[in-house]
């Protein structure tokens, strides 16, 4: 059986930490797995060599970054390395060349290529421990690249995918994927399955367990992913296709995220082809645009309002500013959050809206704007109301049973 098992930065934040971490990756080792181990920088690692880069240059060239903060993780897997071959145990560090993730040449934000697996087989055949530094591959030209935050489970996936692993597991320091935030609603319980839809849509949606490039990369290589602690022995949370989860709830969590702005647009002009105009122009921007509101025209203008991430909120406003008439007026709003209901248990359900709905207006909670898709309601309300509506909802779909 061949296992790959990725170690967040908080697993792998101190030396003593490393060391837990080698006792679990032997105790693997000796169930007769075959291993491939990938880590992360330890912990405050990479914002440190960020802030020392900051030190010569605001603007760094990314390529030098890139350099730069890749070696966080080299510095990791090579003291795991050491340490599983000081307790008895073959084991090599691999940096991503040599592991051959092979990326574009985006440096800082690089996307994954293909992986020449050759040498890490060859590692595997001599029963070797093959731990990889993640977050990082080289492009076509020899160059380091980065896989932008949360790389290292990118990594983990990909090399899943690549081997043809039985097993991906994510130890971080959570135990896995819950109904909620238990810090905003104490009764939240831990998930033993979800779908990759439903886990793509909360880790988009705020919820940290997962990063959503990795659990979409997991889908599309059909990986069988497990998030778990690596600070005690809990059953984590299994990622699988929704036909493997026999029981499809209803709701299977809900997110919260505190990271949303809104633009208002009033009085433009209603005129075809104004709103490719302005998402162009956001576009352009690279600024990533969520929900979309707007209203039915007249006099021959309209109402427009969309939501933003918080620190794009001053460039979307300036993106927009020169294709509006001197008329139209620019609102701007950061006190709101979004909350969403997740599940694919909706597919097949009627009045899950309508409890929703009900639960915030009991609780004097008013929803300023409204996205839906297939397994989720997405809603806007004010930020004071954030937590309570969490816990309403949470409470409305009994998530606590």
């Not at 080289?138 to 290292?152: A, H, W």
């Not at 320091?173 to 979800?194: C, F, H, N, S």
């Not at 299994?238 to 809900?254: H, Y």
Request: proline share 1%; aromatic share 4%.
């Amino acid at each position: 059986m061949l296992i790959v098992q990725k170690y967040g930065g908080t697993s792998v934040g101190s030396l003593e930490r490393i060391e837990e971490v080698a006792k679990r990756v032997i105790e693997t080792k000796k169930k007769g797995c075959s291993l491939v181990v990938v880590v992360s920088a330890m912990s405050g690692v990479t914002n440190e060599l960020i802030d020392e880069a900051h030190y010569f240059s605001q603007f760094p060239n990314p390529k030098d970054m890139d350099l730069l903060l890749s070696s966080g993780e080299r510095v990791t897997s090579a003291l795991l390395s050491i340490a599983l071959n000081d307790k008895g145990y073959k084991a090599m560090a691999f940096s991503g060349r040599k592991a051959g993730i092979i990326t574009d040449s985006v440096f800082t934000k690089a996307k994954i290529q293909y992986i020449h697996t050759k040498n890490i087989e060859q590692a595997l055949k001599e029963d070797m421990i093959v731990v990889v530094a993640g977050f990082q591959g080289i492009d076509e030209n020899g160059e380091v690249t980065t896989l932008g935050r949360g790389g290292s489970d990118l990594s983990a996936v990909a090399l899943a995918g690549a081997l043809k692993a039985d097993l991906c597991e994510i130890y971080t320091d959570v135990d896995g994927v819950y109904t909620t935030d238990p810090r905003i609603e104490p009764k939240a319980k831990k998930l033993d399955k979800i779908s990759y839809e439903e886990m793509l849509e909360l880790a988009s949606l705020g919820a940290k367990v997962l990063q959503n490039r990795s659990v979409e990369l997991a889908k599309k290589l059909s990986v069988n992913l497990v998030t778990r602690s690596s600070f005690n022995q809990n059953e984590g949370t299994m990622i699988a296709k929704e036909d493997e989860i026999m029981e499809k709830a209803l709701v299977s969590g809900i997110a919260l995220d505190k990271n949303q702005a809104r633009v208002t647009l009033r009085d433009i002009e209603d005129k075809p082809g104004i709103a490719a105009e302005i998402f162009s122009s956001l576009a352009e921007q690279n600024i990533n645009v969520d929900m979309i509101i707007q209203n039915v025209g007249r006099d021959g203008t309209t109402n427009l309002g969309f939501t933003v991430p918080q620190n794009e909120l001053e460039l979307a406003k300036k993106s927009v500013q020169n294709i509006l008439s001197s008329k139209s007026v620019i609102e701007t709003d950061d006190e709101i959050v979004k909350v969403s209901i997740v599940g694919v248990g909706m597919k097949s359900h009627s009045g899950v809206a309508s409890a929703a709905f009900r639960s915030l207006a009991n609780e004097g909670i008013n929803i300023e704007m409204i996205s839906t898709s297939e397994i989720k309601i997405s809603m806007i309300v004010h930020e004071k109301y954030g937590e309570l509506a969490v816990r309403a909802l949470h409470s409305v779909y009994e998530l606590d049973k």
